[in-house]
């Protein structure tokens, strides 16, 4: 009953009218995400997918870029994101080790989740898929042939990515990977960009969007901060009240700092 309001700039008349997106595709793919997010094994809900769905279909046609994500699990967002990179004549990077989440610092063995009044634990290998079985969900399931795949830790296979990007997604659990991830993506992203995170309601890693110091010296910039930060976007219904793991920022020109002369 509250699709059409968590979800109403996907549905908004205005979104992907530049790709001639109409209501009819619109339910067609809402079909499609539901169905894959019962298919392929996903942390993440299709609510989460329409969301970026809404964001993405309003990117403007004539600005270049492709899109990324970091973290890939099973595919389970991947399939959907291929399906609007297609759409939008655009190519999708998925950076994965695709054996599993690296063995955590003593900072990330676990995360404070006040929302739920708890603490998620994280141990290496965790949330592993390999790249052939991510693969064959996006064959079965998206597009796979706007995919590209970079097997490997952020900090190995990041440095040496350099085309521009219009949209980030990143579902990488631990902070550090996320700190990794935002060092090298953060620059490719064009202004007026989103990225989204999936991990908004880890008190540590929202925190890391606001943190000043970490952001002028690896960035050069101000912290853009988080939309959902700390409790997530209001998308699912919980105790307590509305909440989710889903968070974004936008990349706008004036975050750059002046930078130093001599």
Same mark, same amino acid.
């Given at each position: 009953m509250l699709l059409p309001v968590v979800a109403r700039e996907f549905f908004s008349r205005d979104t992907g009218s530049e790709y001639g997106v109409g209501l009819l595709w619109k339910l067609r793919f809402l079909y499609v995400v539901i169905r894959n997010n019962i298919r392929v094994e996903s942390a993440s809900n299709f609510l989460y997918h329409l969301i970026m769905a809404g964001k993405i279909l309003r990117i403007p046609k004539d600005l270049p870029g492709n899109f990324i994500e970091c973290? &890939?699990? +099973?595919? %389970? &967002? =991947?399939?959907n994101l291929s399906r609007l990179a297609k759409k939008t004549g655009r190519r999708l990077h998925l950076f994965d080790s695709f054996e599993g989440l690296p063995e955590p610092t003593a900072e990330d063995k676990e995360h404070l989740v006040l929302s739920e009044l708890q603490f998620h634990t994280y141990e290496g290998g965790a949330y592993a898929g390999s790249l052939p079985e991510v693969r064959e969900n996006i064959r079965k399931y998206g597009a796979l042939d706007v995919c590209e795949f970079h097997k490997g830790f952020f900090n190995d296979t990041? #440095? %040496?990515?350099?085309e521009q990007l219009v949209f980030a997604y990143i579902d990488a659990?631990? @902070?550090?990977?996320?700190?990794? =991830?935002l060092k090298y993506v953060w620059p /490719?992203?064009?202004? $007026?960009?989103?990225? !989204? @995170?999936d991990e908004a309601h880890h008190t540590e890693i929202a925190g890391l969007f606001y943190d000043p110091a970490w952001w002028?010296?690896?960035l050069h910039s101000t912290p853009p901060g988080l939309v959902g $930060? %700390?409790?997530?976007? %209001?998308?699912l219904?919980? #105790? $307590?009240?509305?909440? &989710? &793991? /889903?968070? !974004? @920022?936008? +990349?706008? +020109? @004036?975050?750059e700092l002046p930078r130093r002369v001599g």
């Open positions: 973290g &890939s699990y +099973k595919g %389970g &967002s =991947a399939v990041l #440095p %040496g990515f350099s659990d631990l @902070t550090s990977s996320v700190r990794d =991830a /490719l992203l064009q202004d $007026g960009c989103y990225l !989204f @995170t002028a010296d690896e $930060g %700390g409790n997530g976007l %209001g998308l219904l919980h #105790p $307590g009240g509305f909440r &989710s &793991s /889903l968070g !974004f @920022t936008a +990349k706008l +020109k @004036t975050q």
